[in-house]
T-cell receptor, first 107, second 113 residues
């Protein structure tokens, strides 16, 4: 059984702070890794792919740790608009999504 | 702008009705998926299709069937709707089964009464 686990939160973080959360996966054969963002009552949208060498896009950094089987997402200088649910997705013969981590940025 | 379009945003159906949820994508993707999303349970895969007329069961196929007669269209069918099928249904498509971005439709919130 493919398992992808996330801390559901909510993470309440003051604006401007740095926040990080992880996602663990059980299938060692997993080959692709993604972070999606889902706003309330909206569909998930790709935030970034996660590469073996890590990936940075502005204030967002994603990393992969194959040995410990987890991926991470770091958000620096958080904005109010970062408030959302962040879903990790792991690919191995199909995409399996975590249940999501709810992030609330507070003014 | 790439698009996955679901036919309805909101649906209310009665128990026992046969329900059709339609999904169309304009990206020429071979792979299409149906998920349901429930609070505390996340996204769960119902069915997926890697090609026209091809279908595979996901993690929770019971009570559902699918149809893929054309590449761009993937339909989810609730043979006899039940109240435990009240949920948000999300269709997605992608160029590959798991290596590339999945694009989602806007979702259909189905209520079975």
């Amino acid at each position: 059984r493919k398992e992808v686990e996330q801390d559901p939160g909510p993470f309440n973080v003051p604006e401007g702070a740095t926040v990080a959360f992880n996602c663990t996966y059980s299938n060692s054969a997993s080959q692709s890794f993604f972070w999606y963002r889902q706003d309330c009552r909206k569909e998930p949208k790709l935030l970034m792919s996660v590469y073996s060498s890590g990936n940075e896009d502005g204030r967002f950094t994603a990393q992969l740790n194959r040995a410990s089987q987890y991926i991470s997402l770091l958000i620096r200088d958080s904005k109010l608009s970062d408030s959302a649910t962040y879903l990790c997705a792991v690919g191995a013969d199909g995409l399996t999504f975590g249940k999501g981590t709810h992030l609330i940025i507070q003014p | 702008d790439v698009k996955v379009t679901q036919s309805s945003r909101y649906l209310v159906k009665r128990t026992g009705e046969k329900v059709f949820l339609e999904c169309v994508q304009d990206m020429d993707h071979e792979n299409m998926f149906w998920y349901r999303q429930d609070p505390g349970l996340g996204l769960r895969l119902i069915y997926f299709s890697y090609d026209v007329k091809m279908k595979e069961k996901g993690d929770i196929p019971e009570g559902y069937s699918v149809s893929r007669e054309k590449k761009e269209r993937f339909s989810l069918i609730l043979e006899s709707a039940s109240t435990n099928q009240t949920s948000m249904y999300l269709c997605a498509s992608s160029a590959t089964p798991s290596d590339t971005e999945a694009f989602f439709g806007q979702g259909t919130r189905l209520t079975v009464v």
